[in-house]
């Protein structure tokens, strides 16, 4: 069912043949995409205007093709990460570096305008970036199936599903093809069924797309089961306190979340959460 | 009940290799049947009926002497028949009315129009900074509060005494509703949708285009549904005061105002004017129905 694109396949050829053209470029293109990391957080700090210290000391990077997830409590720091990441909000010590032009944000809830149909909240993101109308609309089409969503084209947000509302929000952030995805719960909201489904779906997607990921939620079997990488936040000022290489292969079958290796890595967790609240 | 039965056929269609979209989702125009619509007539016509009975029954207790109470308080009867028959004459009853209540009519909808354009302007300016809200807001309320009635004459040394003053009061009494009302859309639209675009990068023009108005829309369409009432009143009130140039249905109700034997004719005209009120009420009503129905929580709920 997933399977790369054809426009992610023309962009990557694009891509190619521009690098061929100039030796700098070969070169930029070869240091930007297959060594360096796609987002680097170095000794990381948060200090809010009014005082509170919501993120302390955190390094980590995210490399191309892998799926890390950061868990934590509540108000512990995970989305001003994501925030900071993104730009939305500016840090206050150590370093960021991420290509901000090239980031998809899937935020907590879905935020699709309620004015605009399904097809034309894919489109948005493209819109805005000034992408002609024949190739968003393409684009669209494409990022639609991906999330299967065709038959829904036209449908407004108020008559969507919780499920169905965040697969069009993913869509809208498919269409860009960007090089690092920041995903803020997004699934929090969502029954643990639907939650479990999209979870399968976004592994399969990811194993098709080959993005990098930085994944904040609250439940720990969803992180397990879908990251390459878990790292797990303390109570504020948030600190990195447990940091678990996920062994699993690409491929996870859905009855991955009932095997004893996988409740396993799940107790760890839970016992580093457990000090983190204390 | 229509929902349930127009259901399965919106269930998301089901593929083999993928347990398909979650969820059901939901039909959301419910043709209305006929019937339904004849029984939602019925509570309004009975409180219709009410107010008529009930001018009846004053009218009849109040005054005994029928010369005396055609000249005070008609029966309904007589306000149809004296005042608004012969129904297509050129010097009595309904056609005259009609004739009146078009200028007034003219000056209403232009002075809606500018108070709109006026409006959604001067609310986007606020909404620019706070600056400008607070540079500004507080003339908007004074406007609001300033006794039109009683500068009447220093507006007429200002604007004359024709269509251009009259204009004046429509837009003083309409701007306010949709200036208030249009600057709260704009400041509630979603704080996540606005971090959606600050990562696009977009332009302020981008913004207020593609996300600030038509988040505004719904609490738009509220102030000019509001504002199109006071436009009417505004409209009739400045008949009464300024009336050089085309005349409207505020002179020819305060014409037969001067005699108690008018006094059928004078309702008549009132009730014209009040009336033409209600349709342009309804016009916008419809008009935000339509530009809001299929997204709108408002929109869905039963009329």
């Known amino acids: 069912m997933f399977t790369l694109t054809g426009w992610a396949r023309a962009v990557a050829a694009t891509n190619f043949t521009e690098d061929m053209m100039t030796d700098t470029a070969l070169e930029s293109g070869l240091s930007g995409t297959a060594t360096s990391p796609r987002l680097r957080f170095e000794h990381l700090s948060m200090v809010f205007p009014d005082g509170t210290h919501a993120i302390d000391d955190v390094s980590f990077t995210v490399n191309p093709g892998e799926f890390v997830t950061v868990v934590g409590p509540s108000g512990c720091g995970k989305s001003t990460l994501l925030r900071i990441a993104s730009g939305l909000t500016e840090h206050t010590g150590g370093v960021c570096d991420v290509n901000?032009?090239?980031?998809?944000?899937?935020?907590?809830?879905?935020?699709?305008?309620?004015?605009?149909?399904?097809?034309?909240?894919?489109?948005?993101?493209?819109?805005?970036?000034?992408?002609?109308?024949?190739?968003?609309?393409?684009?669209?089409?494409?990022?639609?199936?991906?999330?299967?969503?065709?038959?829904?084209?036209?449908?407004?947000?108020?008559?969507?599903?919780?499920?169905?509302?965040?697969?069009?929000?993913?869509?809208?952030?498919?269409?860009?093809?960007?090089?690092?995805?920041?995903?803020?719960?997004?699934?929090?909201?969502?029954?643990?069924?639907?939650?479990?489904?999209?979870?399968?779906?976004?592994?399969?997607?990811?194993?098709?797309?080959?993005?990098?990921?930085?994944?904040?939620?609250?439940?720990?079997?969803?992180?397990?089961?879908?990251?390459?990488?878990?790292?797990?936040?303390?109570?504020?000022?948030?600190?990195?306190?447990?940091?678990?290489?996920?062994?699993?292969?690409?491929?996870?079958?859905?009855?991955?979340?009932?095997?004893?290796?996988?409740?396993?890595?799940?107790?760890?967790?839970?016992?580093?959460?457990?000090?983190?609240?204390? | 009940m229509t929902t349930l039965d127009k259901a399965p056929a919106e269930v998301p269609q089901e593929s083999m290799a993928t347990p398909a979209a979650v969820g059901v989702s939901v039909p959301v125009h419910q043709p209305r049947s006929s019937p339904?619509?004849?029984?939602?007539?019925?509570?309004?016509?009975?409180?219709?009926?009410?107010?008529?009975?009930?001018?009846?029954?004053?009218?009849?207790?109040?005054?005994?002497?029928?010369?005396?109470?055609?000249?005070?308080?008609?029966?309904?009867?007589?306000?149809?028949?004296?005042?608004?028959?012969?129904?297509?004459?050129?010097?009595?009853?309904?056609?005259?009315?009609?004739?009146?209540?078009?200028?007034?009519?003219?000056?209403?909808?232009?002075?809606?129009?500018?108070s709109i354009v006026l409006g959604v302007t001067i609310a986007i300016i606020m909404n620019l900074s706070k600056g400008m809200e607070r540079a500004l807001f507080p003339y908007a309320v004074i406007l609001q509060t300033v006794p039109i009635l009683a500068i009447t004459p220093l507006l007429t040394q200002l604007f004359g005494d024709e269509i251009g003053v009259r204009l004046v009061v429509v837009v003083l009494i309409a701007i306010f509703p949709v200036i208030t009302n249009t600057l709260f859309g704009l400041q509630s639209t979603d704080r996540m949708h606005h971090d959606l675009f600050t990562l696009n990068h977009v332009?302020?023009?981008?913004?207020?285009?593609?996300?600030?108005?038509?988040?505004?829309?719904?609490?738009?369409?509220?102030?000019?549904?509001?504002?199109?009432?006071?436009?009417?009143?505004?409209?009739?009130?400045?008949?009464?005061?300024?009336?050089?140039?085309?005349?409207?249905i505020g002179y020819y109700i305060r014409n037969?105002?001067?005699?108690?034997?008018?006094?059928?004719?004078?309702?008549?005209?009132?009730?014209?004017?009040?009336?033409?009120?209600?349709?342009?009420?309804?016009?916008?009503?419809?008009?935000?129905?339509?530009?809001?129905?299929?997204w709108h929580e408002s929109a869905s709920k039963q009329a």
């Open chain 1, 100 to 278: 901000r032009d090239s980031i998809g944000y899937v935020f907590q809830d879905a935020t699709l305008l309620p004015w605009r149909t399904v097809r034309k909240n894919v489109e948005l993101n493209a819109e805005l970036h000034g992408i002609s109308k024949s190739e968003r609309t393409r684009r669209a089409v494409e990022a639609i199936e991906l999330v299967n969503l065709v038959g829904h084209e036209d449908k407004y947000p108020k008559q969507l599903s919780g499920g169905m509302k965040m697969r069009c929000s993913l869509a809208r952030s498919l269409v860009l093809n960007p090089e690092i995805f920041l995903f803020d719960e997004p699934f929090g909201a969502l029954d643990e069924i639907t939650r479990e489904r999209l979870n399968d779906e976004l592994m399969n997607l990811f194993n098709s797309e080959k993005f990098a990921a930085l994944f904040i939620t609250h439940s720990i079997a969803e992180a397990v089961f879908l990251s390459t990488r878990v790292l797990v936040m303390s109570a504020r000022p948030g600190r990195i306190i447990g940091d678990y290489a996920i062994p699993f292969g690409a491929q996870r079958p859905h009855d991955l979340r009932f095997e004893a290796e996988f409740a396993e890595i799940c107790g760890q967790i839970n016992d580093d959460l457990k000090d983190a609240h204390s």
């Open chain 2, 36 to 114: 339904r619509r004849l029984r939602n007539l019925i509570p309004p016509l009975l409180t219709f009926a009410v107010f008529i009975a009930v001018w009846y029954l004053y009218s009849w207790t109040r005054f005994d002497n029928p010369a005396q109470r055609r000249n005070a308080l008609p029966y309904p009867h007589t306000v149809i028949t004296d005042g608004f028959l012969p129904l297509w004459d050129d010097t009595n009853g309904f056609r005259p009315i009609l004739g009146y209540m078009w200028p007034t009519a003219k000056v209403t909808l232009t002075g809606l129009a500018i």
């Open chain 2, 203 to 248: 332009s302020r023009w981008t913004r207020l285009r593609k996300l600030e108005l038509p988040s505004a829309l719904p609490a738009m369409m509220a102030g000019i549904r509001i504002a199109s009432g006071g436009a009417v009143i505004g409209a009739i009130v400045a008949d009464f005061f300024f009336n050089q140039g085309e005349k409207g």
């Open chain 2, 256 to 294: 037969k105002q001067q005699r108690a034997a008018n006094r059928p004719e004078m309702f008549a005209g009132t009730i014209t004017a009040s009336m033409f009120g209600v349709v342009m009420f309804l016009i916008v009503g419809a008009i935000t129905a339509r530009a809001i129905r299929n």
